[in-house]
């Protein structure tokens, strides 16, 4: 009798370390507030770099801790505010409450500053802007692996580090996410521009070391190509108001007081995401303006829930989920793109699935190059025709009717490349440089 009692309670907690092993969530670390209070340790150095005004700018980043914890490796969030690239500092409210509320929860967090303005005050800039952004988020990602190899003072569980902002802060940590290669880049800024700033990696500190993260959490950003999301990369969470005036739900214009530039939202994010199976999760606040849990409680506690719930789910823990997705308000129009090595990625989506195109839209512009008179002609009847610059500025639109094959009037322009982007009245997208050479 003894025997058997003693071989069940072997059993019982056998199957009690298993599941603890199963669930890295054991007594709701991460799943609840179980830290009555956080440590705060202000204005760490993780690097330094000129800014726009080729002026020296140190990095600062505040570090928050579970008091008392005795985990050797704990996740990392690091927070990226937002302003625009403008503004903002990492003591901004959204930033503070939600290192603050996941630091009660086991996490190490950072918020960090980084290389703020530009000017002028256009696309051109302003790309230049957020590449200063990703190469300085870059250094504070590097700044923390090096530790965890080197002296260990923050211990951190390098395989669960998560990126993570608002606005200008979403947008830079998304595109240090899935942003992979300079080619990519090229419709932006040039090869020689772009090695000029120090590239995509940057040279704003912590050299040689990694710059891996395993999820993305994106309040209110957008990505520059929705595409650069690619099957494989790391799971990401978006949070969005519908009516966002600044970085849009959907696809289009960010203007945070002057248009930029068009930006794919959390909506093509998520669809995109859907399309091509990596994990995600969006939570859409129904005719929000642009970062509403800043400034409104509920809100806030509605983004802590779900990013929670995200979290957890990432790291495979056994939780039962507090807020669960949302139905989403808007059907996302992936366009037709091209990748690095040319091949053809003509994609429509609908609901969560992609669809192939039932036909192959074809787009014919001639004399190019040309001196300023251009015709264009498709087999899908054209709704809107727009030039930008190869900065991404919008320069002109023409509204057609659905049998428009006509010429389009570009004299105005100066001589080089544009791009002409076709919408057609079915909503696909088709887009074709074009060449002014007088």
Known sequence: MTKQLLALITLL????????????????????????????????????????ANSNTTLKLD???????????????IWVHGGSFIGGSKTDPD??????????????????DYRLGF????????????????QDLKAAIRYFYKDAQTTNLFQIDTNHIFIGGS???????????????????????????????????????????STKVHAVINGCGALAKYNWLEAGDVPL????????????????????????????????????????GVSNQIYTFINAQHVPYISNAAYMDSTERFVRDFL?????????????ANAMQEQALLYPTSYCDGSPSSEICGSNNLVEQAATMELLV?????????????????????????????????????????????????????????????????????????
């Open 13 to 52: 907690f056998g199957l009690h370390l298993q599941a603890q092993a199963q669930d890295p969530c054991s007594n709701v670390r991460y799943a609840e507030a179980v830290f009555s209070q956080f440590n705060l340790t202000s204005n760490l150095t993780y690097g330094q770099n000129s800014n726009w």
């Open 167 to 209: 606005s200008a802060g979403a947008i830079t940590a998304l595109h240090v996410a899935y942003l992979n290669d300079a080619c990519e880049f090229s419709e932006y800024m040039s090869a020689s521009a772009l090695a000029s700033l120090g590239g995509l990696e940057g040279n704003s500190g912590n050299p040689g070391y």
């Open 366 to 438: 001639y004399p190019n190059p040309s001196e300023g008179l251009v015709s264009v002609r498709s087999n899908f009847p054209i709704l809107r025709i727009n030039i930008y610059s190869l900065e991404g500025k919008i320069l002109q639109t023409f509204v057609t009717d659905p049998a428009f094959i006509k010429e389009i009037d570009l004299e105005n322009l100066q001589n080089g490349i544009f791009i002409l982007e076709m919408e057609a009245q079915n909503h696909q997208i088709t887009r074709t440089k074009i060449q002014i050479l007088r």
């Open 237 to 276: 969470c978006s949070f969005h108001g519908t009516n966002d005036g600044t970085v849009t739900y959907n696809r289009g214009l960010v203007n945070p007081g002057t248009p930029l530039m068009y930006l794919d939202g959390s909506r093509m994010l998520h669809e995109r995401a859907c399309a091509i």
């Open 312 to 324: 957890v789910g990432v790291m495979g823990c056994n939780q039962t989920p507090l807020l669960e």
């Open 119 to 134: 000017f002028p005050f256009d696309s051109t800039n302003a790309i230049k802007a957020v590449v200063r952004a990703v």
């Open 63 to 77: 570090f928050y801790e579970p008091a008392n914890d005795t985990l050797a490796a704990r996740p990392l969030i």
């Open 95 to 112: 930033v503070k409450a939600l290192s603050e509320r996941f630091a009660l929860k086991g996490y190490a967090c950072a918020s960090i």
